[in-house]
């Protein structure tokens, strides 16, 4: 088990009795203490020490004095940055391991996924709205039925990826490698595309309505053989959501 670095302040005083205040750390099982001395006190001590989850033993690490006409002043406000600092040492000490998020794909939840390499992975049926994936491999990966509203893959390489049914509206792709990407039933509206667009291996029942590509492709996209059929969520056509004549 790791240490946790447990701050302790002492006021020191001519015999005086001490008032002990504590403050716990929510999420440990740790607690830091005040100890706040009265009467013809002349400093401040702030302490932090270490402790095991094992025992009670401590070890000092360093202290700082407080001129006892500041105390008053800083009491609050020192309460709150040494519990933060505790809690977060407890944190890093303690070794933790928390999951990467491409074991939690189901939700989503975690880092994003820039810049990785996700070939031939299935993140099918996920939940990915907002999430980055500039500049990330995905080639021959799978995102069927995925919610990638408002995602960002910005200059990733999609090569072979499949997209059926995925909801990206809102989406960036601008820049990306799309040579046989597969876009069936998918909810492309407001999608930002660059001319790679046109080297999709499947348009079949994609709603592009109000994406955003460039004019020129325009005439080889409305030339293709799979923009005739509809989506099945939004009822609209390819060839209608492509606004093709």
């Known amino acids: 088990m790791g240490l946790c670095f447990v701050p302790t302040v002492h006021c020191r005083s001519a015999g005086r009795s001490a008032e002990r205040l504590n403050c716990s750390l929510r999420g440990t099982n740790y ?10 006190r002349s400093a401040c ?7 095991s989850n094992n025992d009670t033993n401590k070890a000092f690490v360093s ?36 999951a990467p998020e491409s074991a939690l794909g189901i939700s989503g939840g975690g880092k994003d996924y820039a810049s990785k390499d996700w070939s031939n992975q299935d993140f099918s049926n996920g939940k990915y709205v ?8 995905a080639r021959g990966t799978l995102f069927r039925n995925s919610d990638l509203r408002g995602a960002r893959f910005f200059k ?10 995925a909801l990206l509206s809102s989406a960036s792709l601008e820049g990306s490698n799309l040579r046989g990407t597969i876009f069936k039933n998918s909810d492309l509206s407001q999608t930002y595309f660059g001319e790679s667009l046109i080297e999709v291996e499947s348009l079949d029942g994609a709603d592009l309505t109000d994406a955003l590509f460039p004019d020129l492709i325009r005439p ?12 099945p969520k939004s009822k609209v056509s390819t060839r209608e959501s492509l606004m093709c004549p």
Do not use: H
């Open 45 to 51: 001590i702030i302490q932090m020490s270490s402790y």
């Open 63 to 98: 202290d700082v004095s407080v001129p006892i006409q500041e105390w008053n002043t800083l009491t609050k406000s020192l309460v709150r940055s040494v519990s933060l600092l505790a809690f977060v040492l407890c944190i890093a000490s303690s070794g933790l391991v928390f």
């Open 130 to 137: 907002g999430k980055d994936w500039s500049g990330c491999i």
């Open 156 to 165: 990733s390489d999609l090569f072979e990826a499949d997209f059926t049914g």
């Open 220 to 231: 080889r996209l409305c030339s293709r053989k799979d923009i005739d059929n509809i989506n």
């Open 31 to 40: 607690a830091s203490s005040l100890t706040r001395e009265f009467k013809k």
